[in-house]
């Protein structure tokens, strides 16, 4: 089993930024695929960005509406994944979830179908004004 927990979430206004963390614990050895989920009220929940944590690490994936705002990134030693986003916009309004599965999920093309994590985190809310 897997457990994460999100922290970070908040109210800004447009234009600024916040910082999103995930913190992994129990058997992590086989969740080294990390992904960032959205889901505004009413709407699907979507894929936001995601990281291939094995092999050394680093490979990341975006989504194109974030590409060039948002960065994820990890910190092995602390098994925390963060999102970094800037220039928040009201549309990036949402509950945020991190989601663990293992490293095909990455790399296998399907690091967006929230379907294929096994495990996930309660969430944290963000919350973006004009």
């Known amino acids: 089993q897997v457990q994460l927990v999100e922290s970070g979430g908040g109210s800004v206004q447009a234009g600024g930024s916040l910082r999103l963390s995930c913190a992994a614990s129990?058997?992590?050895?086989?969740?080294?695929?990390m992904g960032w989920f959205r889901q505004a009220p009413g709407k699907e929940r979507e894929g936001v960005a995601a990281?291939?944590?094995?092999?050394?690490?680093?490979?990341?994936y975006y989504a194109d509406s974030v590409k060039g705002r948002f960065t994820i990134s990890q910190d092995n030693a602390k098994n925390t994944v963060y999102l970094q986003m800037n220039g928040l916009k009201p549309e990036d309004t949402a509950m945020y979830y991190c989601?663990?599965?293992?490293?095909?999920?990455?790399?296998?093309?399907?690091?967006?179908?929230?379907?294929?994590?096994?495990?996930w985190g309660q969430g944290t809310q963000v919350t973006v004004s004009s």
């Open positions: 989601a663990a599965d293992h490293g095909p999920t990455c790399w296998g093309g399907s690091w967006s179908s929230s379907d294929d994590y096994a495990y």
């Open positions: 129990g058997y992590t050895d086989n969740s080294d695929c």
């Open positions: 990281i291939y944590t094995g092999g050394g690490g680093g490979v990341t």
